[in-house]
């Protein structure tokens, strides 16, 4: 039965006795030691155990998560020397070679390197030759996308329809630079970042197997710097272990790698919500003093408010990824004195900070500035909920004031029909006044509306008095804010009608401009005055308001100050909109320069018809031109 003994721990190489990195010790063997990445190692060894194995394989994702690993291991078990199996024997020789990268039937190819079309084609001349001694002959490319676009054309036919004893393994990082054409030749498996609790128990059993200890914060810590790459944490495990005496802490993973504590973080962004720079500013000093670096602090106070963020928005503790959980509580008390949109701006602030720290060499002063930037933020989450509660009432008002105008409209409507009014007869109206009893004033629930004259008894229904010209009942007006000028009829009759005087209109409209919304209130701005007729009220735009006025003419807009007006008027009255011509500027011709004028004058002197005749007689020039005294 094959062997899985697991990663080796030898310390040196058997031939040169050099010491050998942990990452390179304890890397994966076998589908089964692969960490964060089954959906990869199973499809392989079902495509192996059902004879679906194709001819290229693309290996994509993040840096240090397993990708040519894996691509060796599935060589290993191509190559097996009891034939194509799910789980390679590890001391077989085909499988000792290739965990070295000697085995002459499986090329590794760094495309960085070898990205040009002469390497292609001395691929393509070896690609027909045969094995040496193993089953297949497999071609691993790392880093494919480094490849020429020339380098990328040459191996199109050959990827296509290559040689059935020849396999094709790419690894690459970034896989939207490949060529579709390329992709489309390929079987691809993405290979996603390494959770933080797999690599913690990754390291637990490697710090056991190098007779170390660690606390468990300390291995956290160093997961969640390596950002899901396997490899990083291997490397940063291995460098905090010479640092330290056996034992690893959070406070030398810390004093190792630079960087400052949750607690410190935290302090930070709570003196930051305190609005108190000198204290954040004293505090940044103090950690930098400590030994961490302005830059990589930089990048710590971004993911702390990334976790802040993921907080304040209802996610839990498990959701958090690069600070502890135990801080959690912590956080959920700060995203509520922040606010989300508070929060989302200094997230903001300090993605453009780390920009512009990688193009300087004052990353301490940028942090500084960005810092005190964040401390005079305003409350933006309070803002927000201000503008909608405002937008809430804003609206709430306009549905009750429409439904106020409609009620005051229906109940005008039926006293129209069953009232009548007498109006004695007048030979001469006074102009100004009304005769007692003359006019019913109906005035609206609105107290806004309620007008200065006496009220008149109305008996109903009241009979017209007899009139030599007319035999009409004269229906009730609601009068507006501003005293009305009743006009006697043109026939001359006691029949008495209420207008609108200009000073009405004018004071209507100011009131109107205040209940409409604010895009309206800007539009009817540009009103350059208002005239008064019966039954409408015309707005009147300057030729140089064209746009409000065209604005204007929007049924939502129109209606919006119609029914406005209509409300403080206590009746129906239309909007017209007139647009005045525009003003003719007159163009003004820009004065001559003193250059020009001079050679304009020295023209019309040489035409003169007297000057010509002179030059044709006395066969002379001109010398001067000089200026009248």
Request: net charge negative.
């Amino acid at each position: 039965m094959p062997e899985s003994a697991g990663p080796r721990v030898e310390k040196t190489d058997a031939k040169s006795n050099s010491y050998v990195v942990v990452a390179r010790r304890y890397r994966p063997r076998g589908f089964d030691e692969l960490v964060g990445q089954d959906h990869v190692g199973r499809a392989l060894k079902n495509a192996i155990d059902t004879n679906r194995v194709g001819h290229a394989y693309l290996f994509t994702g993040a840096r240090g998560v397993g990708k040519t690993s894996t691509a060796r291991i599935f060589a290993k078990a191509l190559n097996d020397p009891s034939g194509p199996t799910g789980t390679p024997d590890n001391t077989s020789d085909v499988a000792l070679a290739i965990d070295s990268g000697e085995d002459v039937d499986v090329i590794e190819i760094d495309g960085a390197s070898n990205r040009g079309i002469d390497e292609i084609r001395s691929l393509r001349a070896n690609v027909s030759v045969r094995p040496s001694r193993s089953r297949f002959k497999i071609y691993i490319i790392d880093e494919v996308h480094m490849l020429t676009g020339a380098a990328f054309n040459a191996l199109l036919k050959t990827l296509e329809e290559p040689p059935e004893h020849v396999k094709f393994i790419f690894c690459t990082t970034d896989p939207e630079k490949i060529p579709i054409t390329v992709l489309s030749r390929c079987q691809r498996f993405d290979f996603a970042p390494v959770e933080v609790p797999k690599i913690v128990e990754r390291l637990r059993e490697i710090v056991q197997k190098e007779s170390a200890e660690a606390d468990e914060k300390a291995l956290e810590l160093i997961a969640r710097r390596a950002a899901g790459s396997m490899r990083d944490s291997q490397s940063l495990l291995e460098q905090v272990l010479s640092f330290s005496d056996g034992k690893l802490t959070v406070e030398q993973v810390h004093a190792m790698l630079g960087t400052a504590d949750d607690e410190r973080l935290h302090a930070l962004a709570k003196a930051m919500a305190d609005r108190d720079a000198a204290a954040v500013i004293r505090q940044m000093d103090e950690g930098i003093d400590a030994g961490v670096d302005a830059g990589r602090l930089a990048e710590q106070l971004l993911a702390y408010f990334r976790d802040l963020m993921a907080v304040t928005v209802g996610c839990d503790q498990t959701l958090m990824r690069h600070t502890s959980a135990g801080m959690y509580d912590e956080l959920v008390e700060l995203g509520s004195r922040w606010g989300l949109q508070t929060v989302l701006a200094v997230v903001g602030l300090l993605d453009e900070t780390l920009v512009r720290i990688r193009h300087s060499v004052y990353s301490r002063v940028l942090l500084e500035a960005t810092a005190i930037q964040i401390c005079h933020l305003p409350d933006l989450q309070r803002i927000v909920d201000l503008a909608a509660a405002a937008s809430s009432v804003k609206s709430n008002a306009t549905g009750v004031s429409a439904n106020r105008v409609t009620a005051a409209s229906s109940a005008a409507s039926v006293e129209k029909k069953n009232i009548e009014v007498n109006v004695p007869h007048t030979d001469q109206p006074q102009s100004g006044s009304v005769a007692s009893g003359s006019v019913a004033s109906v005035a609206p629930d609105d107290a806004s509306l309620q007008t200065q004259t006496q009220p008149v008894e109305v008996k109903s229904p009241v009979q017209v008095a007899e009139s030599p010209t007319a035999d009409q009942a004269v229906e009730p007006v609601v009068e507006p804010v501003v005293e009305p000028v009743v006009e006697p009829a043109p026939n001359g009759s006691a029949a008495t009608r209420q207008v609108w005087t200009q000073a009405t209109a004018d004071l209507i409209w100011k009131q109107a401009m205040e209940k409409v919304e604010p895009m309206t209130e800007t539009l009817a701005h540009a009103v350059k005055h208002v005239v008064a007729e019966e039954g409408r009220l015309r707005l009147v735009f300057p030729g140089e308001s064209k746009l409000a006025h065209n604005r204007c003419e929007n049924p939502h807009h129109k209606n919006s100050l119609a029914q406005a007006v209509s409300e403080l008027a206590g009746q129906e009255i239309a909007i017209e909109l007139q647009l005045l011509p525009p003003k003719q500027v007159a163009v003004k011709t820009a004065p001559i320069p003193p250059a020009k004028a001079r050679l304009q004058r020295m023209k019309e002197i040489e035409n003169h018809p007297l000057v010509k005749s002179c030059i044709e007689i006395f066969d002379a020039e001109i010398v001067k031109i000089e200026k009248p005294r």
